[in-house]
Protein backbone atom coordinates (compact mmCIF):
# COMPACT_ATOMS: atom_id res chain seq x y z
CA UNK A 1 0.00 0.00 0.00
CA UNK A 2 2.59 2.64 0.94
CA UNK A 3 4.69 1.84 -2.09
CA UNK A 4 1.98 3.30 -4.59
CA UNK A 5 2.92 6.40 -6.45
CA UNK A 6 1.47 9.16 -4.66
CA UNK A 7 -1.06 11.06 -6.88
CA UNK A 8 -1.76 14.68 -6.70
CA UNK A 9 -5.73 15.42 -5.48
CA UNK A 10 -7.04 18.27 -7.14
CA UNK A 11 -10.91 18.08 -6.73
CA UNK A 12 -12.67 18.65 -10.09
CA UNK A 13 -14.34 22.62 -9.90
CA UNK A 14 -17.84 20.40 -10.38
CA UNK A 15 -17.41 18.40 -7.42
CA UNK A 16 -16.72 21.03 -5.33
CA UNK A 17 -19.96 23.15 -6.28
CA UNK A 18 -21.89 20.25 -5.73
CA UNK A 19 -20.65 19.99 -2.41
CA UNK A 20 -20.48 23.49 -1.71
CA UNK A 21 -23.97 23.81 -2.17
CA UNK A 22 -24.33 21.06 0.76
CA UNK A 23 -25.21 17.90 -1.39
CA UNK A 24 -22.70 16.09 -3.30
CA UNK A 25 -22.99 13.29 -6.26
CA UNK A 26 -21.43 9.85 -5.97
CA UNK A 27 -18.62 11.24 -7.72
CA UNK A 28 -17.84 13.71 -4.94
CA UNK A 29 -18.48 11.26 -2.65
CA UNK A 30 -15.99 9.08 -3.84
CA UNK A 31 -13.67 11.85 -4.01
CA UNK A 32 -13.83 12.75 -0.27
CA UNK A 33 -13.29 8.96 0.25
CA UNK A 34 -10.21 8.66 -1.92
CA UNK A 35 -8.80 11.79 -0.29
CA UNK A 36 -9.61 10.83 3.14
CA UNK A 37 -8.43 7.35 2.38
CA UNK A 38 -4.58 9.32 1.56
CA UNK A 39 -4.96 10.89 4.71
CA UNK A 40 -5.45 7.57 6.67
CA UNK A 41 -1.91 6.35 4.90
CA UNK A 42 -0.37 9.41 5.66
CA UNK A 43 -0.82 9.09 9.51
CA UNK A 44 -0.29 5.21 9.43
CA UNK A 45 3.28 6.83 7.91
CA UNK A 46 3.42 9.28 11.20
CA UNK A 47 2.86 6.23 13.57
CA UNK A 48 5.62 4.37 11.72
CA UNK A 49 8.47 6.52 12.66
CA UNK A 50 6.97 8.31 15.94
CA UNK A 51 6.81 4.97 17.39
CA UNK A 52 9.61 2.71 15.57
CA UNK A 53 11.88 2.68 18.85
CA UNK A 54 8.89 2.62 21.60
CA UNK A 55 9.72 0.16 23.75
CA UNK A 56 6.95 -2.98 23.85
CA UNK A 57 6.45 -6.64 25.32
CA UNK A 58 4.07 -6.87 21.75
CA UNK A 59 5.47 -7.05 18.04
CA UNK A 60 6.89 -3.72 16.93
CA UNK A 61 4.41 -1.65 14.89
CA UNK A 62 7.09 -2.27 11.86
CA UNK A 63 6.43 -5.46 12.29
CA UNK A 64 2.53 -5.22 12.36
CA UNK A 65 2.46 -3.35 9.12
CA UNK A 66 4.60 -5.61 7.04
CA UNK A 67 1.57 -8.20 8.16
CA UNK A 68 -0.93 -5.82 7.23
CA UNK A 69 0.82 -5.18 3.70
CA UNK A 70 1.33 -9.30 3.01
CA UNK A 71 -2.49 -9.25 3.92
CA UNK A 72 -3.31 -6.18 1.12
CA UNK A 73 -1.55 -7.93 -1.62
CA UNK A 74 -3.60 -10.41 -1.41
CA UNK A 75 -6.99 -8.91 -0.49
CA UNK A 76 -6.76 -5.34 -1.28
CA UNK A 77 -10.58 -4.21 -0.92
CA UNK A 78 -11.06 -5.81 2.75
CA UNK A 79 -7.65 -4.83 4.02
CA UNK A 80 -8.43 -1.12 2.58
CA UNK A 81 -11.82 -1.05 4.39
CA UNK A 82 -10.30 -1.96 7.36
CA UNK A 83 -7.75 0.31 7.39
CA UNK A 84 -10.20 3.24 6.53
CA UNK A 85 -12.41 2.10 9.13
CA UNK A 86 -14.09 5.05 11.49
CA UNK A 87 -12.70 3.08 14.28
CA UNK A 88 -9.57 2.55 12.77
CA UNK A 89 -9.39 6.14 12.57
CA UNK A 90 -10.65 7.20 15.90
CA UNK A 91 -7.22 4.61 17.08
CA UNK A 92 -4.79 6.37 14.73
CA UNK A 93 -6.03 9.60 15.89
CA UNK A 94 -5.86 8.89 19.83
CA UNK A 95 -2.49 7.41 19.64
CA UNK A 96 -1.00 9.94 17.89
CA UNK A 97 -2.22 12.66 20.31
CA UNK A 98 -0.31 9.88 22.80
CA UNK A 99 2.16 10.36 21.11
CA UNK A 100 2.58 13.99 21.24
CA UNK A 101 1.49 13.87 24.95
CA UNK A 102 -1.71 15.19 24.74
CA UNK A 103 -4.02 12.29 25.77
CA UNK A 104 -3.63 9.77 28.27
CA UNK A 105 -4.80 6.07 28.26
CA UNK A 106 -3.74 2.60 28.82
CA UNK A 107 0.22 1.80 28.49
CA UNK A 108 1.26 3.10 25.33
CA UNK A 109 2.61 0.12 24.07
CA UNK A 110 -0.73 -1.52 24.24
CA UNK A 111 -2.40 1.75 22.13
CA UNK A 112 0.25 1.54 19.63
CA UNK A 113 0.68 -2.28 19.97
CA UNK A 114 -3.23 -2.27 18.64
CA UNK A 115 -1.99 -2.30 14.94
CA UNK A 116 -1.26 -5.82 15.73
CA UNK A 117 -4.76 -6.61 16.26
CA UNK A 118 -5.40 -4.70 12.77
CA UNK A 119 -2.87 -7.18 11.43
CA UNK A 120 -4.49 -10.33 12.96
CA UNK A 121 -7.77 -9.15 11.44
CA UNK A 122 -6.16 -7.95 7.79
CA UNK A 123 -4.32 -12.06 7.75
CA UNK A 124 -7.43 -13.46 8.68
CA UNK A 125 -9.40 -11.78 5.82
CA UNK A 126 -7.10 -12.24 3.52
CA UNK A 127 -6.48 -16.13 4.61
CA UNK A 128 -2.56 -15.34 5.13
CA UNK A 129 -0.61 -16.44 7.86
CA UNK A 130 0.81 -14.27 10.73
CA UNK A 131 2.70 -14.89 14.08
CA UNK A 132 2.24 -12.14 16.37
CA UNK A 133 2.38 -10.72 19.99
CA UNK A 134 -0.65 -8.50 20.38
CA UNK A 135 -1.75 -6.61 23.74
CA UNK A 136 -5.34 -7.76 25.48
CA UNK A 137 -7.09 -6.27 27.64
CA UNK A 138 -8.49 -7.75 30.46
CA UNK A 139 -8.27 -11.22 28.28
CA UNK A 140 -10.20 -9.53 25.39
CA UNK A 141 -8.82 -9.21 21.57
CA UNK A 142 -10.81 -6.86 19.67
CA UNK A 143 -10.15 -7.74 15.70
CA UNK A 144 -11.14 -5.11 13.91
CA UNK A 145 -13.98 -5.68 11.70
CA UNK A 146 -14.64 -8.56 12.74
CA UNK A 147 -15.23 -9.13 16.66
CA UNK A 148 -13.96 -9.63 19.59
CA UNK A 149 -12.24 -12.42 21.20
CA UNK A 150 -12.26 -13.57 24.83
CA UNK A 151 -9.12 -15.85 26.30
CA UNK A 152 -11.00 -17.63 29.02
CA UNK A 153 -8.74 -17.25 32.36
CA UNK A 154 -6.74 -14.50 31.15
CA UNK A 155 -5.58 -12.87 34.00
CA UNK A 156 -6.66 -9.28 34.61
CA UNK A 157 -5.43 -6.05 33.01
CA UNK A 158 -2.98 -5.12 29.96
CA UNK A 159 -1.14 -8.05 28.78
CA UNK A 160 0.46 -9.75 25.78
CA UNK A 161 -0.62 -13.01 23.52
CA UNK A 162 0.86 -14.93 20.94
CA UNK A 163 -1.59 -14.97 18.01
CA UNK A 164 -1.26 -17.05 15.63
CA UNK A 165 -3.15 -17.19 11.60
CA UNK A 166 -3.22 -19.84 9.32
CA UNK A 167 -6.11 -20.45 5.72
CA UNK A 168 -8.66 -17.84 7.93
CA UNK A 169 -8.00 -19.31 11.31
CA UNK A 170 -6.82 -18.10 14.88
CA UNK A 171 -4.91 -19.38 17.94
CA UNK A 172 -4.78 -17.02 20.57
CA UNK A 173 -2.36 -17.96 23.68
CA UNK A 174 -1.09 -16.58 26.97
CA UNK A 175 0.51 -17.55 29.92
CA UNK A 176 -1.28 -20.20 32.26
CA UNK A 177 -4.38 -18.89 30.62
CA UNK A 178 -6.39 -21.95 28.24
CA UNK A 179 -6.07 -21.42 24.60
CA UNK A 180 -8.42 -20.37 22.34
CA UNK A 181 -9.18 -21.09 18.74
CA UNK A 182 -11.36 -19.14 16.32
CA UNK A 183 -12.22 -19.10 12.77
CA UNK A 184 -14.05 -15.89 12.46
CA UNK A 185 -16.68 -15.34 9.74
CA UNK A 186 -15.02 -12.79 7.15
CA UNK A 187 -18.44 -11.90 5.30
CA UNK A 188 -21.27 -9.59 7.40
CA UNK A 189 -23.00 -11.04 10.35
CA UNK A 190 -27.05 -9.95 10.38
CA UNK A 191 -28.91 -10.82 13.07
CA UNK A 192 -27.88 -11.55 16.54
CA UNK A 193 -24.92 -12.34 15.82
CA UNK A 194 -24.14 -13.99 19.37
CA UNK A 195 -21.35 -16.37 21.04
CA UNK A 196 -22.40 -19.65 20.05
CA UNK A 197 -21.13 -23.10 21.66
CA UNK A 198 -19.46 -23.82 18.41
CA UNK A 199 -17.11 -21.31 18.74
CA UNK A 200 -17.29 -19.95 22.37
CA UNK A 201 -15.10 -16.90 23.71
CA UNK A 202 -15.47 -15.11 20.35
CA UNK A 203 -18.53 -12.53 19.56
CA UNK A 204 -18.56 -11.36 16.32
CA UNK A 205 -19.13 -7.83 14.56
CA UNK A 206 -23.00 -7.06 14.12
CA UNK A 207 -23.64 -5.29 10.89
CA UNK A 208 -27.34 -3.59 9.88
CA UNK A 209 -27.93 -4.87 6.73
CA UNK A 210 -29.97 -4.16 2.86
CA UNK A 211 -30.57 -5.80 0.15
CA UNK A 212 -30.36 -3.66 -2.75
CA UNK A 213 -30.20 -4.36 -6.64
CA UNK A 214 -26.63 -3.78 -6.80
CA UNK A 215 -25.86 -5.96 -3.87
CA UNK A 216 -26.15 -6.69 -0.16
CA UNK A 217 -25.00 -3.48 1.96
CA UNK A 218 -23.56 -4.48 5.51
CA UNK A 219 -22.89 -1.33 7.31
CA UNK A 220 -21.24 -2.23 11.21
CA UNK A 221 -23.05 -1.69 14.49
CA UNK A 222 -20.24 -1.52 16.68
CA UNK A 223 -20.90 -2.32 20.13
CA UNK A 224 -17.18 -3.78 20.68
CA UNK A 225 -14.40 -1.80 19.10
CA UNK A 226 -12.32 0.11 22.20
CA UNK A 227 -11.96 2.71 19.69
CA UNK A 228 -15.81 2.90 18.48
CA UNK A 229 -16.59 5.80 20.43
CA UNK A 230 -14.42 8.51 18.20
CA UNK A 231 -12.33 9.54 21.14
CA UNK A 232 -10.68 7.59 24.26
CA UNK A 233 -11.05 3.72 24.53
CA UNK A 234 -13.78 2.28 26.15
CA UNK A 235 -14.78 -1.71 26.82
CA UNK A 236 -17.48 -3.71 24.88
CA UNK A 237 -20.88 -2.94 25.48
CA UNK A 238 -22.78 -5.95 23.95
CA UNK A 239 -25.93 -5.04 23.11
CA UNK A 240 -28.81 -7.15 23.76
CA UNK A 241 -30.52 -9.12 20.74
CA UNK A 242 -33.96 -7.52 21.17
CA UNK A 243 -32.10 -4.15 21.23
CA UNK A 244 -29.96 -5.25 18.21
CA UNK A 245 -32.82 -6.49 15.90
CA UNK A 246 -34.76 -2.91 17.05
CA UNK A 247 -31.87 -1.26 15.37
CA UNK A 248 -32.15 -3.80 12.11
CA UNK A 249 -35.59 -2.61 12.25
CA UNK A 250 -34.94 1.22 11.89
CA UNK A 251 -32.28 1.07 9.74
CA UNK A 252 -34.01 -0.58 6.87
CA UNK A 253 -37.17 1.81 7.48
CA UNK A 254 -34.74 4.92 7.84
CA UNK A 255 -32.86 3.53 4.63
CA UNK A 256 -36.09 3.36 2.84
CA UNK A 257 -36.85 6.85 3.81
CA UNK A 258 -33.65 8.42 2.45
CA UNK A 259 -34.10 6.18 -0.65
CA UNK A 260 -37.39 7.69 -1.35
CA UNK A 261 -35.94 11.70 -1.68
CA UNK A 262 -33.77 9.92 -4.46
CA UNK A 263 -31.05 12.26 -6.46
CA UNK A 264 -27.66 13.55 -4.75
CA UNK A 265 -29.47 16.93 -3.53
CA UNK A 266 -28.71 18.70 -0.20
CA UNK A 267 -29.98 16.29 2.50
CA UNK A 268 -30.16 12.86 0.53
CA UNK A 269 -28.08 10.85 1.95
CA UNK A 270 -27.38 6.83 0.56
CA UNK A 271 -27.38 4.61 3.85
CA UNK A 272 -25.08 2.93 2.29
CA UNK A 273 -22.31 5.26 2.52
CA UNK A 274 -22.28 5.25 5.92
CA UNK A 275 -19.33 3.15 7.40
CA UNK A 276 -20.45 2.63 11.00
CA UNK A 277 -23.41 3.68 13.42
CA UNK A 278 -22.36 3.12 16.98
CA UNK A 279 -25.47 2.64 19.39
CA UNK A 280 -24.80 5.45 22.20
CA UNK A 281 -25.77 4.53 26.14
CA UNK A 282 -28.79 2.31 26.00
CA UNK A 283 -27.42 -2.35 25.31
CA UNK A 284 -31.37 -3.09 25.66
CA UNK A 285 -34.79 -2.79 23.78
CA UNK A 286 -36.85 -1.49 27.25
CA UNK A 287 -37.65 0.53 28.32
CA UNK A 288 -38.87 2.24 24.88
CA UNK A 289 -36.20 4.51 23.47
CA UNK A 290 -37.31 8.18 23.42
CA UNK A 291 -38.75 9.51 20.32
CA UNK A 292 -36.90 11.91 19.17
CA UNK A 293 -32.53 11.39 18.90
CA UNK A 294 -31.19 12.62 22.65
CA UNK A 295 -27.18 11.78 21.57
CA UNK A 296 -25.43 11.51 18.19
CA UNK A 297 -22.01 12.45 17.35
CA UNK A 298 -19.37 12.53 14.74
CA UNK A 299 -15.70 12.92 14.11
CA UNK A 300 -13.18 14.40 11.86
CA UNK A 301 -10.72 11.59 12.54
CA UNK A 302 -13.76 8.27 11.45
CA UNK A 303 -14.84 9.48 8.17
CA UNK A 304 -18.40 7.89 7.68
CA UNK A 305 -18.79 6.63 11.63
CA UNK A 306 -21.50 8.35 13.44
CA UNK A 307 -22.02 7.99 17.40
CA UNK A 308 -26.03 7.74 17.86
CA UNK A 309 -28.69 7.18 20.54
CA UNK A 310 -31.78 4.94 19.22
CA UNK A 311 -34.90 6.71 18.56
CA UNK A 312 -37.98 4.98 18.53
CA UNK A 313 -38.84 6.59 14.90
CA UNK A 314 -37.35 5.64 11.46
CA UNK A 315 -37.54 9.33 10.46
CA UNK A 316 -35.63 10.71 13.38
CA UNK A 317 -32.90 8.07 12.66
CA UNK A 318 -33.12 8.96 8.59
CA UNK A 319 -32.60 13.28 9.71
CA UNK A 320 -29.69 11.75 12.21
CA UNK A 321 -28.28 9.80 9.20
CA UNK A 322 -28.17 12.82 6.96
CA UNK A 323 -27.20 15.31 9.71
CA UNK A 324 -23.82 13.42 10.90
CA UNK A 325 -22.70 12.42 7.30
CA UNK A 326 -22.97 16.34 6.30
CA UNK A 327 -20.42 16.33 9.35
CA UNK A 328 -18.42 13.73 7.60
CA UNK A 329 -18.03 15.29 4.35
CA UNK A 330 -17.15 18.96 5.79
CA UNK A 331 -14.54 17.13 7.79
CA UNK A 332 -13.01 15.85 4.63
CA UNK A 333 -13.53 19.19 2.92
CA UNK A 334 -11.68 20.50 5.74
CA UNK A 335 -8.96 18.35 5.72
CA UNK A 336 -8.08 19.02 1.88
CA UNK A 337 -8.57 23.11 2.25
CA UNK A 338 -8.03 26.04 4.55
CA UNK A 339 -11.80 27.11 4.75
CA UNK A 340 -11.20 29.52 7.54
CA UNK A 341 -9.21 31.57 9.89
CA UNK A 342 -10.45 30.67 13.25
CA UNK A 343 -9.32 31.75 16.61
CA UNK A 344 -11.24 29.42 18.60
CA UNK A 345 -12.56 32.42 20.12
CA UNK A 346 -16.19 30.68 21.64
CA UNK A 347 -18.36 33.74 21.25
CA UNK A 348 -20.95 33.20 18.31
CA UNK A 349 -24.76 32.38 18.32
CA UNK A 350 -25.59 28.81 16.62
CA UNK A 351 -29.45 28.30 16.96
CA UNK A 352 -28.91 24.42 18.11
CA UNK A 353 -26.76 25.20 20.61
CA UNK A 354 -26.83 25.74 24.31
CA UNK A 355 -23.32 27.56 24.18
CA UNK A 356 -21.52 30.42 22.28
CA UNK A 357 -19.23 28.93 19.32
CA UNK A 358 -16.38 28.90 17.72
CA UNK A 359 -16.51 29.47 13.55
CA UNK A 360 -15.47 26.24 12.87
CA UNK A 361 -17.94 24.53 14.96
CA UNK A 362 -20.31 27.34 13.34
CA UNK A 363 -19.78 26.13 9.72
CA UNK A 364 -20.08 22.32 10.81
CA UNK A 365 -23.29 23.41 12.60
CA UNK A 366 -23.76 25.81 9.12
CA UNK A 367 -23.35 22.93 6.84
CA UNK A 368 -25.31 20.16 9.03
CA UNK A 369 -28.10 21.65 8.96
CA UNK A 370 -28.49 23.01 5.65
CA UNK A 371 -28.90 19.36 5.17
CA UNK A 372 -31.09 18.70 7.83
CA UNK A 373 -33.35 21.56 5.83
CA UNK A 374 -33.19 19.70 2.52
CA UNK A 375 -34.22 16.01 4.32
CA UNK A 376 -37.57 17.72 5.55
CA UNK A 377 -37.75 19.88 2.18
CA UNK A 378 -37.96 16.46 0.86
CA UNK A 379 -40.13 14.87 3.40
CA UNK A 380 -42.98 17.87 2.56
CA UNK A 381 -42.50 16.91 -0.89
CA UNK A 382 -43.56 13.83 -0.26
CA UNK A 383 -46.41 14.09 2.04
CA UNK A 384 -48.96 16.32 0.35
CA UNK A 385 -51.40 13.36 1.51
CA UNK A 386 -50.84 13.84 5.02
CA UNK A 387 -51.40 16.93 6.74
CA UNK A 388 -50.49 16.34 9.52
CA UNK A 389 -47.01 14.65 8.19
CA UNK A 390 -47.08 17.67 6.26
CA UNK A 391 -46.97 20.14 8.32
CA UNK A 392 -44.82 18.52 10.58
CA UNK A 393 -42.01 18.40 8.11
CA UNK A 394 -43.11 22.31 6.86
CA UNK A 395 -42.15 23.55 10.79
CA UNK A 396 -38.73 21.71 10.38
CA UNK A 397 -37.75 22.90 6.97
CA UNK A 398 -38.61 26.00 7.53
CA UNK A 399 -37.14 26.52 10.71
CA UNK A 400 -34.06 24.94 10.00
CA UNK A 401 -33.58 27.13 6.55
CA UNK A 402 -34.35 30.15 8.88
CA UNK A 403 -31.41 29.37 10.95
CA UNK A 404 -28.86 28.22 8.73
CA UNK A 405 -28.71 31.26 6.91
CA UNK A 406 -28.79 33.60 9.66
CA UNK A 407 -25.22 31.38 10.18
CA UNK A 408 -24.39 31.47 6.55
CA UNK A 409 -24.55 35.43 6.95
CA UNK A 410 -22.46 35.56 10.26
CA UNK A 411 -20.01 33.52 8.47
CA UNK A 412 -20.11 35.89 5.29
CA UNK A 413 -19.35 38.56 7.51
CA UNK A 414 -17.07 37.22 9.77
CA UNK A 415 -13.77 38.83 7.40
CA UNK A 416 -12.05 35.00 8.55
CA UNK A 417 -12.95 33.00 5.53
CA UNK A 418 -10.81 32.05 3.30
CA UNK A 419 -11.24 31.89 -0.74
CA UNK A 420 -12.65 28.10 -0.84
CA UNK A 421 -14.09 28.65 2.64
CA UNK A 422 -16.02 31.81 0.87
CA UNK A 423 -16.66 29.52 -2.21
CA UNK A 424 -18.04 27.16 0.03
CA UNK A 425 -20.54 29.26 2.56
CA UNK A 426 -21.43 31.55 -0.90
CA UNK A 427 -23.12 27.63 -2.19
CA UNK A 428 -24.31 27.17 0.73
CA UNK A 429 -26.24 30.63 0.83
CA UNK A 430 -27.09 30.35 -2.64
CA UNK A 431 -28.91 26.86 -1.59
CA UNK A 432 -31.06 28.32 1.57
CA UNK A 433 -31.27 31.35 -0.64
CA UNK A 434 -33.70 28.80 -3.11
CA UNK A 435 -35.37 27.43 -0.39
CA UNK A 436 -36.44 30.42 1.17
CA UNK A 437 -38.04 31.63 -1.59
CA UNK A 438 -40.15 28.21 -1.29
CA UNK A 439 -43.99 28.55 -0.44
CA UNK A 440 -44.72 27.03 3.21
CA UNK A 441 -48.15 26.24 4.96
CA UNK A 442 -48.32 30.05 6.85
CA UNK A 443 -49.12 28.05 10.38
CA UNK A 444 -45.95 26.15 10.23
CA UNK A 445 -44.22 29.29 8.98
CA UNK A 446 -45.31 31.11 11.82
CA UNK A 447 -43.96 28.27 14.03
CA UNK A 448 -40.70 28.08 12.68
CA UNK A 449 -40.01 31.63 12.94
CA UNK A 450 -41.20 32.26 16.59
CA UNK A 451 -39.34 28.73 17.82
CA UNK A 452 -36.26 30.94 16.46
CA UNK A 453 -37.22 33.75 17.89
CA UNK A 454 -37.60 32.47 21.40
CA UNK A 455 -34.12 30.17 21.28
CA UNK A 456 -31.81 33.17 20.09
CA UNK A 457 -33.80 35.23 22.74
CA UNK A 458 -33.28 32.35 25.48
CA UNK A 459 -29.62 31.99 24.58
CA UNK A 460 -28.75 35.68 25.00
CA UNK A 461 -30.34 35.53 28.20
CA UNK A 462 -28.21 33.04 29.20
CA UNK A 463 -25.16 33.44 27.80
CA UNK A 464 -24.89 37.63 27.09
CA UNK A 465 -24.60 39.80 29.69
CA UNK A 466 -25.50 43.24 30.01
CA UNK A 467 -23.71 46.18 29.18
CA UNK A 468 -21.88 48.08 31.46
CA UNK A 469 -23.34 51.35 32.41
CA UNK A 470 -22.81 53.70 29.76
CA UNK A 471 -21.28 51.03 27.79
CA UNK A 472 -22.73 49.12 24.94
CA UNK A 473 -22.91 45.38 24.13
CA UNK A 474 -20.90 44.82 21.23
CA UNK A 475 -18.33 43.52 21.77
CA UNK A 476 -20.50 40.80 23.81
CA UNK A 477 -19.75 40.35 27.23
CA UNK A 478 -20.71 36.79 28.53
CA UNK A 479 -22.25 36.25 31.62
CA UNK A 480 -19.82 34.43 34.32
CA UNK A 481 -22.79 31.78 35.23
CA UNK A 482 -23.58 30.95 31.67
CA UNK A 483 -24.25 26.73 31.82
CA UNK A 484 -26.09 24.24 29.94
CA UNK A 485 -29.61 24.87 29.05
CA UNK A 486 -32.23 22.44 27.61
CA UNK A 487 -33.81 23.32 24.32
CA UNK A 488 -37.42 22.66 25.21
CA UNK A 489 -39.38 24.48 21.97
CA UNK A 490 -37.57 23.62 18.95
CA UNK A 491 -39.02 19.85 18.84
CA UNK A 492 -42.39 21.07 21.27
CA UNK A 493 -43.22 23.61 18.16
CA UNK A 494 -43.27 21.23 15.49
CA UNK A 495 -47.08 20.46 15.90
CA UNK A 496 -49.86 22.81 16.96
CA UNK A 497 -51.38 21.82 20.48
CA UNK A 498 -55.32 20.71 19.97
CA UNK A 499 -55.79 21.70 23.45
CA UNK A 500 -53.61 25.20 24.67
CA UNK A 501 -52.90 25.39 28.63
CA UNK A 502 -49.34 26.55 29.21
CA UNK A 503 -48.04 30.09 28.01
CA UNK A 504 -45.88 28.08 25.65
CA UNK A 505 -48.82 25.90 24.10
CA UNK A 506 -50.67 29.42 23.22
CA UNK A 507 -47.65 30.91 21.42
CA UNK A 508 -47.16 27.61 19.76
CA UNK A 509 -51.04 27.64 18.10
CA UNK A 510 -51.02 31.74 17.00
CA UNK A 511 -52.13 33.77 20.24
CA UNK A 512 -49.32 35.85 21.72
CA UNK A 513 -51.70 37.51 23.83
CA UNK A 514 -52.90 34.14 25.80
CA UNK A 515 -49.50 33.40 26.07
CA UNK A 516 -48.44 37.24 27.39
CA UNK A 517 -51.07 36.76 29.95
CA UNK A 518 -49.85 33.36 31.23
CA UNK A 519 -45.97 34.41 31.12
CA UNK A 520 -46.45 37.64 33.17
CA UNK A 521 -48.23 35.00 35.57
CA UNK A 522 -45.25 33.03 36.10
CA UNK A 523 -42.88 35.94 36.06
CA UNK A 524 -44.54 37.72 38.95
CA UNK A 525 -42.82 34.85 41.05
CA UNK A 526 -39.94 34.06 39.44
CA UNK A 527 -38.78 37.66 37.72
CA UNK A 528 -35.58 36.85 35.75
CA UNK A 529 -36.24 33.11 34.98
CA UNK A 530 -34.83 32.98 31.50
CA UNK A 531 -36.67 30.62 29.82
CA UNK A 532 -40.30 32.23 30.99
CA UNK A 533 -38.70 35.62 30.32
CA UNK A 534 -37.86 34.72 26.02
CA UNK A 535 -40.91 33.46 25.71
CA UNK A 536 -42.26 36.67 27.61
CA UNK A 537 -40.29 38.83 25.13
CA UNK A 538 -41.63 36.61 21.72
CA UNK A 539 -45.11 37.08 22.93
CA UNK A 540 -45.00 40.59 23.65
CA UNK A 541 -43.58 41.26 20.06
CA UNK A 542 -46.42 39.14 18.69
CA UNK A 543 -48.96 40.94 20.75
CA UNK A 544 -47.29 44.54 20.39
CA UNK A 545 -45.13 44.69 17.72
CA UNK A 546 -43.09 47.99 16.97
CA UNK A 547 -39.79 49.30 17.93
CA UNK A 548 -39.67 48.36 21.36
CA UNK A 549 -41.06 44.84 20.66
CA UNK A 550 -37.67 44.81 17.80
CA UNK A 551 -35.69 46.72 20.29
CA UNK A 552 -36.41 43.49 22.78
CA UNK A 553 -35.87 40.85 20.65
CA UNK A 554 -32.57 42.04 19.64
CA UNK A 555 -30.74 42.60 22.73
CA UNK A 556 -33.04 41.19 25.31
CA UNK A 557 -30.32 41.05 27.60
CA UNK A 558 -30.94 44.25 28.29
CA UNK A 559 -33.99 44.17 29.75
CA UNK A 560 -34.83 45.03 33.51
CA UNK A 561 -36.53 41.88 35.06
CA UNK A 562 -40.04 43.44 35.80
CA UNK A 563 -42.70 43.13 33.45
CA UNK A 564 -45.99 43.39 32.83
CA UNK A 565 -48.25 42.79 30.45
Given at each position: ??????????????L?????????????????????????L?????????????????????????????????????????L???????????????????????P???????????????????????????????????????????????????????????????????????????R????????????????P????????????????????????????????????????D?????????????????????????????????????????????????????????????Y??????????????????V??????????????????????????????????????????????????????????????????????????????????R??????????????????????????????????????????A??????????????????????????????????????????????????????????????????????????????????????G??????????????????????????????
Amino acid sequence: MTSERPAPLRMPDALFAELAAGGGSAAAVAFLERAERARRLLLLRTLLDRAAHLPTPATSVAGAWRIVKEAAARAPGPVDRLLLAPATGGWLAHVLRRLHGTASGPPLWAEAGHLGALAVSASLLAGTEADLRVPLTDGRLPLPGLGLARLPGAAPGPAVARAVTRAGELTLTAGDASALTIRPATEAVAGPARETPAQPGWLPLRTLTLDRPAGPVAVPLDDLDPYRDLDDPLPPARLEDAEARAWQRLFEEAAAVLDASGGPGPGRTDAALIRSVVPYGRTAATPPAPPAVRVSASSGDSYGGMVISRPSSALALAETLVHEFQHSKLAALLHLFPLLDDDREERYYAPWRADPRHLTGLLHGAYAFTGVAGFWRDRLAGARDDDRAADTAAYHFALRRLQSRLVVRTLLTSGRLTVQGRALVTGLAATLDGWLREPVPAAALARARTAALLHRTEWRLRNVAAPAPGGTSDPLRFRADRAFWPDLRTHAFATVPALPRTPDEHLAAGDPAAALTGYTEVLTARPAEPHTLAGWIVARAGAHPGRTARRLLARPEELQPQPTA
